[in-house]
C-alpha cells in the first residue's frame, strides 16, 4: 500500500513538473520596456514570443515619470527589461529596487541598454552644472527620435533576446530582418517625403527633437526653454521672437505634454506656425506603431516646412 | 718568333689576370646580394618580432580579463557616474505664528532641515540608503541607515536598519515629498513632529493572487518609542512596536487611479512586556491626471486607537478646571482628509482639514481633539526648486485657537531619487 502510494506520488510530481516545464517553454517572454517605442520594437522582433509592457504613458513626459505598484508588478514578473540608459529615466532604478529584481539592476543581465552603440548628440565639452539646467551627463537622450537610431536598437534587442531565448534565434532573426529592410524602405521613403526641409530651422519646445531634425538635416538649435527643464519666460520669448524674425524661422514644435501656449503665443507673433509633434509610439491618433510615429512626424514637418 | 712567344706569354699572363677580375667582380655582386638579402631578412626579423610582440600583449591582455563583447556599432567612450549617489535637500521655511508667546521657532526664517542623502548598491543584491539630517541647533541627527537586500527566496525584499516605516501613506514620507509644508495633525500628535524613524527590519512581498488589484504586504518590527512629540507609544525602545501594512492599488483607467491601504501597530506604553497600544491605520488615495499637467489627488488617512491602559480623569491642579485628558471607553482616533490640485504644470493649490483625539494632553474639554485647516498655494520653479506658502488655522483642545503662516522653500542638489511608496 505503502509503495503505491510512493510510486503514484512520483508520478504525480513528474507529470507536474512536466506539465510546468511545458507551460515555461510555451509561455511567451515577459519583456518589460520603459517607453512604447522600444516595447514596439520588440514586439516586431518577438512578435507572438514575447509578451510586452511599458512603463511611460506617451502622454506623459518621460522625465517625470512616477511609477505605480501596477508597474512595479510588471517588473516583479518580467524576464526582461529594456530600458534608455543615460541618465533620462532617473525613476527606473527606484522601479527596479521596487520590484526586488537585482537581476535587472542597469548592466545586468536581463537588462538592456539601449542606449549601447548610438550615436549620442550635444555630449558635453565642459564640466556641468545645474545652473545650465536639467542637463544630461551623457549627453542628449531623446535618440529614440532618429529613426537611424531604431536599427541600432533592434540589433541590440535582437542580440537580447537571443541570449535569454536561444531555442527562438532563428525565428526572431527573420523577423529583425523584415524589420531592418522595412524600417531601410520606410527611411528612404521619409528622406525624400522631406528632402525640401534640410537646410531649414525650427525652434522646439525642449532639446528633444535634435535627433531627427540631425536625421532630416534640419537645423535646431533654439528651444522655447530658455535652459533645459526651465519652462519659458517672458525675457527669453522677447528673444526667441527676435530671433524667428531675423532668421526667417517659420516653425515651432511642442510635444503634447508640454504647454502649448508658449508655443501660440510666439507663433501669432511671429507669424511662425506652432504644430504639435510625437514623441513616442502611441502618443497621437496614427502613431500606434514606430512606422506610423515617424510617418506623423516627419509628414507635419514637411508640410509645414514648404 | 720571339715576339711570337712573347705575346703567347703576355696572353698566359693576361688571362689568369682578366678571369680573377671577372671572379672578383662577381664575388662582389653575390656580397651586395648577400648583404641586401640579409638586410631583408633583419627587416622580416623585426617585423615578425614586432608581431610576435603584439600577439603577446593580446593574449595578455586576453589572460587579464574577460574580452569586450563585440560592439558592431560606433560607441563612442562616455563619462561614468559615480558608484556613490549624493545629494542634499534643503528645507527653509519662514512661520509667522499668533500667540503672543514665542515658543521657539515663530515668527523667523529658518533653515528646519538640511538632509544629506547618501545611497549606492552595496553589491548585486544589496543596496545602502542613509539620510543625515542637520537642524539649526547645530545638531545633527541619523535620520535613516538601513540595508535592502532584494531577490531572496519568495521574492522578499527586506529592509534592516533604521528607516521610516511603511505605515499608512504620510508615515513613510520625508518632508520634501509631502503636500503641505508640515505633517498632518494625526502624524505629529500620535508619531511625532516629523514622523517616525526607528531602527528595525521588514520585510515586504508583492502578493501574487488572480486580482486586478496589486497587493503588497509589508511585516516589520522597530524599536519602541515614537518620534518627538509623539503620544501614541512609550519611550522604552527595549519594547519594540510591531506593524503590518498591506497596500492595494488599483489603475481604474490610463489616468485614475486608486489605492487603499490598511495598516496596524502594536506597541507598549510603558516598561512592561504587554503591547498595550493597538493602532488600527486605513488609508485612500485617488488621483485623477486631467492632462499630463494637471491632477486632482484626494487622499484620506485614518487612525484608530486601542488603549488597554487604565484611564482615569484628575483635574490638574484641583479647582485649576484643567483636566488630564482620557479617554473611557481606551479609544481614539485621528485623521485628515487632503485635497490638492495640480492645475499648472508648475502650480499647485489645495486644502487640509485635520481633527485629532489626543491622547493624554491636559485638556480643558476632555472630549475636544485638535482641528485644524490648512490651505496652501505651490509653486514649482524647476525640477529641484519649489516654494510653498501655507495659511493653518488651529482650534487646540486648549482651548485656544492659533494661526500660522508658513513659507517654505525646498531646494534639492546632486543625486535625489525618491524611493517608491
Not at chain 1, 29 to 48: C, F, H, M, P, S
Not at chain 1, 79 to 107: C, H, K, N, Q, S
Not at chain 2, 130 to 136: K, W
Request: hydrophobic letters at 40%.
Amino acid at each position: 500500500m505503502f509503495n503505491k502510494l510512493k510510486r503514484l506520488s512520483l508520478l504525480m510530481v513528474f507529470f507536474i513538473s512536466a506539465a510546468r516545464l511545458l507551460y515555461a517553454a510555451a509561455a511567451p517572454l515577459k519583456v518589460v520596456a520603459t517607453q512604447t517605442l522600444y516595447a514596439d520594437i520588440v514586439r516586431q522582433i518577438g512578435k507572438e514570443k514575447v509578451e510586452v509592457k511599458s512603463v511611460a504613458s506617451p502622454k506623459f513626459n518621460v522625465h517625470f515619470i512616477q511609477p505605480k505598484p501596477s508597474d512595479v508588478r510588471n517588473v516583479a514578473h518580467a524576464d526582461l527589461v529594456v530600458y534608455t540608459g543615460l541618465d533620462l529615466e532617473e525613476w527606473w532604478g527606484p522601479l527596479v529596487e521596487a520590484a526586488g529584481r537585482p537581476e535587472f539592476f542597469p548592466g545586468r543581465e536581463k537588462s538592456v541598454d539601449l542606449s549601447r552603440g548610438i550615436r549620442l548628440l550635444k555630449v558635453p565639452d565642459h564640466p556641468l552644472s545645474r545652473a545650465e539646467g536639467d542637463i544630461h551627463l551623457f549627453g542628449n537622450p531623446h535618440y529614440v527620435m532618429n529613426p537611424e537610431n531604431a536599427k541600432i536598437m533592434a540589433e541590440t534587442i535582437l542580440e537580447k533576446l537571443k541570449e535569454v531565448d536561444l531555442p527562438n534565434t532563428s525565428y526572431y532573426e527573420e523577423n529583425e530582418r523584415a524589420f531592418i529592410s522595412r524600417l531601410d524602405a520606410k527611411m528612404a521613403q521619409w528622406k525624400e517625403l522631406c528632402s525640401h526641409c534640410a537646410g531649414q530651422e525650427i525652434v522646439a519646445y525642449h532639446d528633444e527633437v535634435v535627433y531627427l531634425a540631425d536625421f532630416l538635416g534640419i537645423k535646431n538649435e533654439q528651444f522655447l526653454e530658455p535652459k533645459p527643464g526651465i519652462p519659458p519666460t517672458p525675457k527669453h520669448m522677447e528673444f526667441l521672437e527676435k530671433y524667428l524674425k531675423e532668421n526667417n524661422v517659420h516653425v515651432i514644435t511642442t510635444p503634447t505634454y508640454f504647454p502649448k501656449s508658449s508655443a501660440d503665443v510666439l507663433a501669432a507673433k511671429t507669424g511662425a506656425k506652432a504644430v504639435t509633434l510625437a514623441m513616442n509610439v502611441g502618443e497621437l491618433p496614427g502613431t500606434e506603431d514606430i512606422f506610423g510615429f515617424f510617418d506623423y512626424d516627419v509628414k507635419t514637418l514637411s508640410e509645414v516646412l514648404k | 718568333m720571339r715576339i711570337r712567344i712573347i705575346l703567347i706569354l703576355c696572353v698566359c699572363c693576361l688571362i689568369p689576370a682578366t678571369a680573377k677580375a671577372d671572379e672578383i667582380a662577381s664575388l662582389a655582386s653575390q656580397v651586395r646580394e648577400l648583404t641586401q638579402l640579409v638586410k631583408d631578412l633583419k627587416l622580416t626579423v623585426d617585423q615578425q618580432q614586432r608581431e610576435i610582440t603584439g600577439l603577446k600583449q593580446i593574449n595578455e591582455l586576453k589572460s587579464q580579463a574577460p574580452a569586450a563583447p563585440a560592439v558592431p556599432i560606433y560607441q563612442q567612450p562616455r563619462p561614468n557616474k559615480p558608484f556613490l549617489e549624493v545629494g542634499a535637500v534643503a528645507d527653509v521655511a519662514l512661520k509667522l505664528d499668533s500667540p503672543k508667546v514665542d515658543q521657539g521657532g515663530a515668527d523667523r526664517v529658518s533653515v528646519r532641515e538640511l538632509e544629506l542623502v547618501l545611497g549606492s548598491n552595496v553589491d548585486p543584491y544589496s543596496r545602502l540608503d542613509a539620510t543625515v539630517a542637520f537642524n539649526e541647533q547645530n545638531t545633527a541627527e541619523l535620520e535613516e541607515a538601513y540595508l535592502t537586500r532584494f531577490g531572496l527566496p519568495l521574492d522578499l525584499t527586506v529592509r534592516i536598519g533604521r528607516f521610516k516605516p511603511r505605515i499608512g501613506k504620510d508615515l513613510a514620507l520625508h518632508r520634501d515629498s509631502l503636500d503641505t509644508v508640515d505633517e498632518p495633525l494625526v502624524i505629529q500628535r500620535y508619531f511625532g513632529e516629523e514622523g517616525v524613524n526607528k531602527s528595525g527590519v521588514d520585510v515586504t512581498k508583492l502578493i501574487d493572487i488572480p486580482s486586478l488589484m496589486v497587493h503588497q504586504l509589508t511585516v516589520g518590527v522597530l524599536e519602541g518609542g515614537t518620534g518627538e512629540g509623539g503620544t501614541a507609544f512609550g519611550s522604552t525602545k527595549r519594547r519594540p512596536t510591531l506593524y503590518t501594512h498591506l497596500k492595494n492599488y488599483l489603475d481604474i483607467t490610463d489616468m485614475t487611479n486608486l489605492e487603499i491601504g490598511v495598516s496596524d501597530a502594536i506597541g507598549s506604553r510603558d516598561e512592561d512586556v504587554t503591547f498595550e497600544v493597538n493602532i488600527l491605520g486605513l488609508d485612500v488615495t485617488l488621483i485623477h491626471y486631467l492632462n499630463p499637467n494637471q491632477s486632482i489627488k484626494l487622499q484620506s488617512e485614518v487612525f484608530y486607537q486601542n488603549r488597554t491602559e487604565s484611564f482615569t480623569i484628575s483635574e490638574i491642579p484641583e479647582g485649576s478646571g484643567r483636566f488630564f485628558k482620557n479617554d473611557l471607553d481606551g479609544t481614539l482616533w485621528g485623521g485628515y482628509e487632503l485635497f490638492d490640485f495640480r492645475f499648472n504644470s508648475q502650480w499647485a493649490l489645495g486644502f487640509r482639514f485635520d481633527d485629532v483625539e489626543l491622547v493624554d494632553n491636559p485638556v480643558t474639554n476632555p472630549n475636544k481633539g485638535d482641528i485644524g485647516y490648512s490651505g496652501y498655494l505651490t509653486f514649482y520653479q524647476s525640477e529641484f526648486a519649489r516654494w510653498r506658502v501655507q495659511f493653518s488655522h488651529f482650534d487646540l483642545a486648549t482651548g485656544k485657537d492659533d494661526n500660522q503662516v508658513l513659507i517654505q522653500g525646498t531646494f534639492a542638489i546632486g543625486d535625489h531619487k525618491h524611493k517608491l511608496q
